[in-house]
């Protein structure tokens, strides 16, 4: 049995993923922001285990892993969670820039540094949830772009410090996708929201999982996904 930890399983490509996975009967472990979130993490995915962190302040995710259980051996780490907040970069306060890195950059190196020894013990695999702002940065995307240009260099990084080790790294590049987050940018945008504009988040989902499955002789290292209509 496989052991999945998944940050941002409450909505989106995580809930996909999680129940995708479940399905499989591997061993889920879900983050979640506080206790209350964890228990209905629990609810949602009956025998899920659930690990409290909250990724808006990763200095204490740390602190937070030390009074609870970790996975021995985890064969996957996936990186689903983040937030956007649009505006120019002559308007957007700092707030919305630390919040914006500490939780779509920082959290996820510091939670990948916690959970290394397991990935190592399983030679598993870590796989980051980036966007194609990752690779293209638009006007008023400026904190989020910067966050996922740095996503992608941590992975980068990540896969040669690790691949002798045997293990992998992906960078996913979804496109807009049907998420809470995309009503979020239409709504900052003031364009209306038509969720079968977009990429269904179960396609991003099976682009992360044809990662996961592929054979050990074989790291597929960045896969890009954009909207087919």
Same mark, same amino acid.
């Given at each position: ?15 996909? $993923? ?9 061993? &889920? ?11 209905? &993490? ?20 740390? *602190? ?6 970790? !996975? ?13 907040? $649009? ?5 957007? !306060? ?6 914006? &890195? ?12 916690? $959970?290394? !020894? ?22 008023? *995307? ?11 260099? &941590? ?42 504009? *977009?990429?269904? !988040? ?28």
């Amino acid at each position: 049995m496989a052991a999945h930890l998944i940050t941002g399983a409450g909505s989106g490509i995580g809930a996909v $993923l999680a129940g995708r996975l479940a399905e499989r009967g591997d061993d &889920l472990w879900l983050l979640a922001r506080d206790a209350r979130r964890a228990a209905e &993490l629990r609810e949602r995915f009956p025998g899920a285990n659930t690990l409290v962190g909250d990724l808006g302040d990763p200095a204490k995710l740390s *602190w937070a892993f030390g009074h609870q259980a970790l !996975p021995v051996e985890l064969d996957s780490l996936l990186h689903v969670a983040g937030v956007v907040e $649009l505006g120019t970069v002559g308007e957007l !306060p700092v707030k919305a820039w630390q919040e914006t &890195l500490n939780v779509n950059l920082v959290a996820p190196a510091e939670l990948t540094r916690l $959970l290394m !020894p397991s990935l190592r013990l399983a030679r598993g695999h870590v796989v980051f949830v980036n966007s194609g702002a990752g690779l293209n940065a638009h006007a008023e *995307w400026s904190a989020y772009a910067a966050s996922k240009h740095g996503l992608k260099a &941590l992975a980068d990084s990540l896969r040669q410090e690790e691949h002798a080790g045997g293990v992998r790294v992906t960078s996913v590049y979804p496109g807009r996708t049907a998420t809470a987050m995309q009503a979020k940018v239409h709504q900052q945008e003031g364009k209306e929201y038509e969720a079968g504009r *977009w990429i269904d !988040p179960e396609s991003v989902a099976r682009a992360v999982l044809a990662a996961l499955d592929a054979s050990r002789d074989a790291e597929i290292t960045d896969i890009s996904v954009r909207p087919g209509r």
